[in-house]
Every structure is written in structure tokens, then in C-alpha cells.
């Protein structure tokens, strides 16, 4: 997965997320809309068949977009590999 950034600034972050669809970003949008450093983050496709998600973070005065998303990627990767360890330990 890519990643295209469209748009920055130091509180608006507008990323196109390359070859992703709703099973990716499902998790990334709803950990960005609990978290409550952000103001407004959603993500949009043209067409599910021909476009890529685009994913806007807008966060609150004196928070980083970048910064939320990458905390988020680190939440959403101890999660998995959490469960990797929960199903693949018990086989050993």
C-alpha cells in the first residue's frame, strides 16, 4: 500500500491511500474519529471500482494530523499483531 500526499498543512492532512479499499480504511477512520485530538477526518471514493480512498484528518488547534495518523498505524499495528500472537502462540 502507497500512500500520495494531496494536501498538508499544519492542521489539515489530505492523503490519497493507493490500492486500498473499505477493509483497510474501516479501521483508520474509526480510530481517527475517537481520537479526540481530531476535529474531522473522513475518507471518500469516486468510484469503488476505479478510485483510490482519499483520507482527510483535520485535528484540533495545536495537534499534527501526521502525528494522529501515525500513532493510529502503530494502535492498528500492536492490534494485529496482538492477534497473530493470540491464534499462532497456541499452535506451538
Not at 6 to 13: A, I, N, S, T, V
Not at 72 to 89: C, D, R, T, V
Amino acid at each position: 500500500m502507497e500512500f500520495k500526499v494531496l494536501e498538508k498543512d499544519e492542521g489539515r492532512l489530505v492523503i490519497k491511500v493507493l490500492d486500498a479499499d473499505a477493509s483497510v480504511m474501516y479501521p483508520i477512520i474509526e480510530q481517527l474519529i475517537e481520537d479526540e485530538r481530531v476535529e474531522d477526518a473522513n475518507y471518500s471514493v469516486e468510484h469503488q471500482e476505479l478510485d483510490d480512498p482519499v483520507l482527510t484528518i483535520r485535528a484540533i488547534e495545536g495537534e499534527y494530523p501526521k502525528e494522529i495518523l501515525t500513532d493510529i498505524a502503530e494502535s492498528i499495528k500492536g492490534q494485529f499483531k496482538e492477534l497473530y500472537n493470540e491464534l499462532f502462540e497456541e499452535e506451538e
